[in-house]
């Protein structure tokens, strides 16, 4: 196993999502979402419409993402932000 | 009932009478689906339709006049108080089982703790699905890594687990895993266990003492039935494993998987071999099968097998001397972790887990008669009565005053003229549930048999409500602690995926161990195997506890 954490500097990619019918929907589109080994955390909410997710930039990018989201299902207005993935790890644990 | 109506209902009325919502998952797709688990022909099914694969329509459990005895065990669970909902993502729970970390809509805490410290296995058995095949990558913590995922779990709030289970792949193959067990206890568990083929500690008997040294309390060993045939994978070895573990008082727990048709009319004997080796072996934990992949439907329905169906199995096999109607289910129990938090004020850890994902009881021995528990104690008037002194503590009810009421009462739930010679059962209750005496109630454990069921789902009968309450737990390297039947039922999502993140490729873990031959798989001798005398006595010198008149 490597020592060293896998990943250094990861996306975390926020889009709207429209056309979502309803909760079973919007957990499908995150499982879907959720198989492309790039993607490590993704979350749909039904209510707000919305996707949020943090990949890895080596092996992806957001418009690759975006274009994944497949009609009659609408992705759009992305918002992007570097993260560190030692961060992400930091809070998953509890202290 | 509209569709939101329906989801609404979902999981807080799992415990209803039949027919119930949950939410399962397509076995096909995953996509997440509506199902219903409803009663036909005094069976308990759960049927979902997918858009896209189609009806799927499966059995849930074989008895629904168990299912509804085993429903009103349900007990109410409280869940963490610090939940990993993610500082990046608001991953809620509102997506289960995509959602796990654990959320804050989980209803348990840890109660078991699994640690996969390596991927790799010396065995290769046809049906496992969790071992590194040829070339595969190599998924093996460091110790650093190890005692954060184990720091991790006793972080969790209010109760944090005291078990933990070292699993794999077989992590015997690991040379530091004394080293492990060491971490383990300096991190506070009471409770360290391997879950194993137990083949390394048949072939080590040096190795069976440094672990038990170190504080490993129980082998969880893989045993599948009592004949060759039944048990291809350690039947020559089990033998060895437990004398080893004998000689070094390691308590041992067998495992079996029960498949119909395959070793289900092998359930008896397993118990019987059991209690033979009662002075080493603790526990049988009976896993009826779960059905990783794709399967067609006539194979699922001939092996299929699920808890009162192997209840009926053993009732049969031990001529009625173990019948359905001395099993409860885990949740009955946790009215004893009520009572002695309302008596102590310290959160307990509570077994509140979904009533249709284990069930148990204990066999005593009176002479060489096993006696079930519930032959001599009224298990549900007893239950009752301490939810009821735990509500009335709650409720300013003087301590004092409650354990005089217990000392007075609690040979009403007792009969007497039943209970084992030799045991006085209502003052072992009462020194651990008033005086929090476990010494003796430790002590008595070495005399009874502990025999349970832990059925963990598929994607056939996959049902929501039970792995929001479920507390046998995987920590990840990344930080997250996922249910059991999330790890394993998807693990694309969870434990393949993570696993992939943190391995090395198989060449350069070769490289990085040139002393490892990474491609060695274990081989037998069976005849010498068999020549033993620990072998013959094993399986040839048993007494037969279950002899009908």
């Given at each position: 196993?490597?020592?060293?954490?896998?990943?250094?500097?990861?996306?975390?990619?926020?889009?709207?999502?429209?056309?979502?019918?309803?909760?079973?929907?919007?957990?499908?589109?995150?499982?879907?979402?959720?198989?492309?080994?790039?993607?490590?955390?993704?979350?749909?909410?039904?209510?707000?419409?919305?996707?949020?997710?943090?990949?890895?930039?080596?092996?992806?990018?957001?418009?690759?993402?975006?274009?994944?989201?497949?009609?009659?299902?609408?992705?759009?207005?992305?918002?992007?932000?570097?993260?560190?993935?030692?961060?992400?790890?930091?809070?998953?644990?509890?202290? | 009932?509209?569709?939101?109506?329906?989801?609404?209902?979902?999981?807080?009325?799992?415990?209803?009478?039949?027919?119930?919502?949950?939410?399962?998952?397509?076995?096909?797709?995953?996509?997440?689906?509506?199902?219903?688990?409803?009663?036909?022909?005094?069976?308990?099914?759960?049927?979902?339709?997918?858009?896209?694969?189609?009806?799927?329509?499966?059995?849930?459990?074989?008895?629904?006049?168990?299912?509804?005895?085993?429903?009103?065990?349900?007990?109410?669970?409280?869940?963490?108080?610090?939940?990993?909902?993610?500082?990046?993502?608001?991953?809620?729970?509102?997506?289960?089982?995509?959602?796990?970390?654990?959320?804050?809509?989980?209803?348990?805490?840890?109660?078991?703790?699994?640690?996969?410290?390596?991927?790799?296995?010396?065995?290769?058995?046809?049906?496992?699905?969790?071992?590194?095949?040829?070339?595969?990558?190599?998924?093996?913590?460091?110790?650093?890594?190890?005692?954060?995922?184990?720091?991790?779990?006793?972080?969790?709030?209010?109760?944090?687990?005291?078990?933990?289970?070292?699993?794999?792949?077989?992590?015997?193959?690991?040379?530091?895993?004394?080293?492990?067990?060491?971490?383990?206890?300096?991190?506070?568990?009471?409770?360290?266990?391997?879950?194993?083929?137990?083949?390394?500690?048949?072939?080590?008997?040096?190795?069976?003492?440094?672990?038990?040294?170190?504080?490993?309390?129980?082998?969880?060993?893989?045993?599948?039935?009592?004949?060759?045939?039944?048990?291809?994978?350690?039947?020559?070895?089990?033998?060895?494993?437990?004398?080893?573990?004998?000689?070094?008082?390691?308590?041992?727990?067998?495992?079996?998987?029960?498949?119909?048709?395959?070793?289900?009319?092998?359930?008896?004997?397993?118990?019987?071999?059991?209690?033979?080796?009662?002075?080493?072996?603790?526990?049988?934990?009976?896993?009826?099968?779960?059905?990783?992949?794709?399967?067609?439907?006539?194979?699922?329905?001939?092996?299929?097998?699920?808890?009162?169906?192997?209840?009926?199995?053993?009732?049969?096999?031990?001529?009625?001397?173990?019948?359905?109607?001395?099993?409860?289910?885990?949740?009955?129990?946790?009215?004893?972790?009520?009572?002695?938090?309302?008596?102590?004020?310290?959160?307990?850890?509570?077994?509140?887990?979904?009533?249709?994902?284990?069930?148990?009881?204990?066999?005593?021995?009176?002479?060489?008669?096993?006696?079930?528990?519930?032959?001599?104690?009224?298990?549900?008037?007893?239950?009752?009565?301490?939810?009821?002194?735990?509500?009335?503590?709650?409720?300013?009810?003087?301590?004092?005053?409650?354990?005089?009421?217990?000392?007075l009462k609690l040979g009403k739930f007792i009969d007497r003229k039943k209970q084992p010679r030799n045991i006085n059962i209502g003052k072992l209750l009462f020194n651990a549930l008033v005086k929090h005496d476990y010494k003796a109630l430790g002590e008595i454990h070495h005399r009874t048999l502990?025999?349970?069921?832990?059925?963990?789902?598929?994607?056939?009968?996959?049902?929501?409500?039970?792995?929001?309450?479920?507390?046998?737990?995987?920590?990840?390297?990344?930080?997250?602690?996922?249910?059991?039947?999330?790890?394993?039922?998807?693990?694309?999502?969870?434990?393949?995926?993570?696993?992939?993140?943190?391995?090395?490729?198989?060449?350069?873990?070769?490289?990085?161990?040139?002393?490892?031959?990474?491609?060695?798989?274990?081989?037998?001798?069976?005849?010498?195997?068999?020549?033993?005398?620990?072998?013959?006595?094993?399986?040839?010198?048993?007494?037969?506890?279950?002899?009908?008149?």
């Amino acid at each position: 196993m490597k020592n060293a954490l896998p990943f250094g500097k990861l996306v975390r990619l926020e889009f709207s999502v429209s056309g979502l019918k309803n909760k079973e929907d919007a957990a499908a589109l995150q499982y879907r979402l959720l198989l492309n080994d790039a993607i490590l955390r993704c979350h749909v909410d039904f209510g707000k419409e919305k996707c949020e997710l943090l990949y890895n930039p080596l092996n992806t990018n957001s418009r690759k993402i975006i274009a994944s989201v497949k009609r009659p299902l609408v992705a759009k207005a992305p918002d992007e932000a570097e993260i560190k993935y030692a961060e992400i790890v930091k809070s998953g644990f509890h202290n | 009932m509209g569709l939101a109506e329906k989801i609404s209902r979902v999981s807080g009325d799992y415990a209803s009478p039949l027919p119930v919502q949950t939410r399962s998952l397509c076995p096909e797709c995953k996509a997440p689906l509506l199902a219903e688990i409803y009663e036909k022909s005094g069976k308990v099914r759960i049927r979902k339709t997918c858009g896209t694969h189609g009806k799927f329509d499966e059995i849930y459990w074989e008895s629904a006049k168990f299912y509804d005895f085993a429903r009103k065990f349900s007990s109410k669970s409280r869940g963490i108080e610090n939940p990993n909902v993610g500082t990046f993502i608001n991953n809620d729970g509102s997506n289960c089982p995509f959602d796990c970390g654990i959320c804050s809509n989980h209803h348990t805490h840890t109660g078991l703790s699994n640690i996969v410290v390596t991927n790799r296995c010396d065995m290769s058995c046809w049906y496992c699905f969790f071992y590194a095949k040829e070339g595969s990558p190599i998924y093996e913590p460091s110790l650093g890594q190890i005692r954060m995922m184990l720091r991790n779990l006793k972080n969790e709030k209010p109760v944090s687990t005291n078990a933990v289970q070292i699993t794999g792949g077989e992590p015997c193959v690991r040379d530091d895993i004394v080293d492990i067990v060491k971490i383990a206890k300096e991190e506070g568990y009471a409770h360290v266990q391997f879950n194993t083929t137990g083949i390394a500690f048949a072939n080590n008997a040096e190795l069976v003492k440094k672990v038990k040294v170190a504080g490993a309390t129980t082998v969880y060993m893989s045993f599948d039935g009592t004949s060759k045939k039944t048990n291809p994978k350690n039947h020559w070895e089990a033998p060895f494993a437990i004398e080893n573990c004998r000689k070094a008082k390691l308590g041992i727990v067998l495992v079996p998987t029960l498949i119909q048709n395959v070793n289900e009319h092998d359930a008896g004997n397993i118990i019987n071999f059991a209690l033979n080796n009662l002075d080493v072996i603790r526990a049988v934990n009976f896993q009826p099968v779960s059905f990783v992949g794709r399967m067609p439907k006539a194979l699922r329905e001939k092996q299929r097998i699920t808890i009162p169906g192997a209840i009926k199995k053993i009732e049969e096999q031990t001529n009625g001397m173990i019948a359905e109607s001395d099993w409860y289910p885990v949740p009955c129990v946790a009215p004893f972790s009520q009572f002695v938090e309302a008596l102590t004020g310290r959160r307990q850890y509570e077994l509140s887990i979904h009533f249709a994902c284990g069930a148990a009881t204990y066999l005593f021995m009176d002479g060489n008669r096993p006696v079930p528990i519930t032959r001599f104690i009224d298990v549900e008037g007893f239950t009752e009565f301490l939810s009821e002194k735990a509500q009335e503590l709650e409720k300013g009810k003087s301590r004092i005053a409650t354990g005089a009421e217990m000392l007075l009462k609690l040979g009403k739930f007792i009969d007497r003229k039943k209970q084992p010679r030799n045991i006085n059962i209502g003052k072992l209750l009462f020194n651990a549930l008033v005086k929090h005496d476990y010494k003796a109630l430790g002590e008595i454990h070495h005399r009874t048999l502990f025999l349970g069921m832990m059925h963990f789902m598929d994607p056939y009968n996959y049902d929501q409500a039970r792995v929001e309450r479920c507390d046998v737990h995987y920590a990840m390297p990344d930080g997250r602690i996922i249910p059991f039947c999330a790890f394993n039922v998807l693990p694309e999502i969870y434990r393949d995926k993570v696993q992939r993140q943190y391995s090395v490729p198989w060449k350069e873990w070769q490289n990085l161990h040139p002393e490892k031959n990474i491609n060695y798989k274990y081989r037998r001798d069976v005849k010498a195997l068999e020549a033993s005398p620990i072998y013959k006595s094993a399986y040839f010198s048993q007494q037969n506890f279950f002899e009908g008149d």
